[in-house]
């Protein structure tokens, strides 16, 4: 891979997102769906944040 390469050349599109308001269960639904591992977090229009499969099993394990 040349290191000139364009960030658009390698990103992953469409955006795939969730709101907020979701709940964990629903947001691992779309991750496995997607088979995508991190997952955009957003509250109206806006982008506040990401949620990884890695957090997700963390939470997981913690509660059983």
Known sequence: M???SKV???MSTP???VDSS???GEAADIMLTNNIRRLIVKEK???VGIISQREL???ITEIV
Do not use: G, K, T, W
């Open 45 to 47: 229009d806006e982008f």
């Open 2 to 4: 040349d290191p000139e």
């Open 8 to 10: 658009e050349n390698m």
């Open 15 to 17: 955006l795939i997102s």
């Open 22 to 24: 979701a709940s964990l």
């Open 57 to 59: 099993q963390r939470f």
